[in-house]
């Protein structure tokens, strides 16, 4: 069996309320079942994982709210989930950074993530200063960040998560390794350039469907981007045993397929941690 490594995959929605906006994103933009985001058994989570070869999957953890799940699994199954760690509030950085760097001291962190329309109503671009410590504190750590990239799902403002905003900040931030997440729909060829300036850059497919994505993004995996592009799910909105089947029907080499799901994941989340 082809081994996978899903580096986005959800276990906390059935912890609390959902807000109105993630409810639109399940009824409107992915058409999925009122169950979608009902509390996650470890069971369920790793027949799947088993079932479509997925060795290791990084479960998001907010500090804003912990995930009592997720640091269950991770306790349970140190060997098959790490987190990936948002919540960092950009306007008090101090405090909030130093509970960063304690997480990723503590517990199995693979990324930290940010999403420019996710919070401030959108009004930050990725070049604003706001994010400066962030960018600093995850080279300093050699932490990779996770950023949203793509219009959103929901009805929030979407402008500022075009990839040409992270021009600026990987060129004023070239130790930083960052990674585009989400796609990058409608601006596929900004992000794809992008990638191939950038050494420290890479894309993950998380939120979207293989079979979904542009020729330009399958054409550049199979040419200058075989180490840049790493699958993940977004998993339970779009699942597993949906997803790897359909990236192993893209027309991919064999060896471009295994580093999209699992040897670009290996290397640039998993390897060795080197600050610069």
Not at 55 to 81: G, H, I, Q
Not at 125 to 144: I, N, R
Request: proline fraction near 8%.
């Amino acid at each position: 069996m082809r081994k996978v490594n899903d580096c986005l995959v959800n276990v906390h929605f059935g912890e609390w309320e959902q807000p109105k906006w993630m409810l639109k994103v399940r009824d409107d933009y992915f058409k999925g079942p009122s169950s979608l985001y009902d509390q996650v058994e470890l069971t369920e989570l790793l027949d799947e994982m088993d079932e479509q070869g997925v060795e290791k999957a990084v479960l998001m953890y907010s500090m804003a709210k912990p995930s009592t799940t997720a640091l269950k699994f991770v306790e349970d199954r140190p060997e098959r989930f790490s987190l990936a760690v948002n919540g960092v509030d950009l306007l008090h950085p101090v405090a909030t950074l130093r509970e960063l760097a304690a997480l990723v001291n503590d517990l199995p962190v693979t990324y930290t993530t940010v999403g420019a329309s996710f919070w401030g109503d959108g009004r930050y671009a990725p070049t604003d200063a706001v994010y400066y410590p962030l960018y600093y504190k995850c080279a300093e750590l050699g932490l990779p960040l996770c950023m949203n990239t793509g219009l959103p799902g929901p009805p929030i403002p979407g402008e500022v998560q075009n990839p040409i905003y992270l021009d600026r900040v990987l060129y004023r931030f070239p130790e930083l390794r960052l990674c585009m997440i989400h796609g990058a729909d409608p601006w596929w060829d900004t992000a794809i350039r992008l990638l191939i300036k950038y050494e420290n850059l890479r894309l993950m497919t998380s939120a979207w469907s293989p079979k979904r994505l542009p020729e330009s993004l399958l054409h550049f995996m199979r040419t200058r981007g075989k180490n840049k592009v790493i699958f993940g799910s977004d998993w339970p909105v779009l699942r597993m045993r949906r997803l790897v089947p359909e990236a192993a029907a893209l027309d991919l080499p064999e060896d471009v397929l295994d580093n999209y799901l699992y040897n670009n994941a290996q290397e640039f989340f998993f390897g060795d941690r080197v600050a610069p």
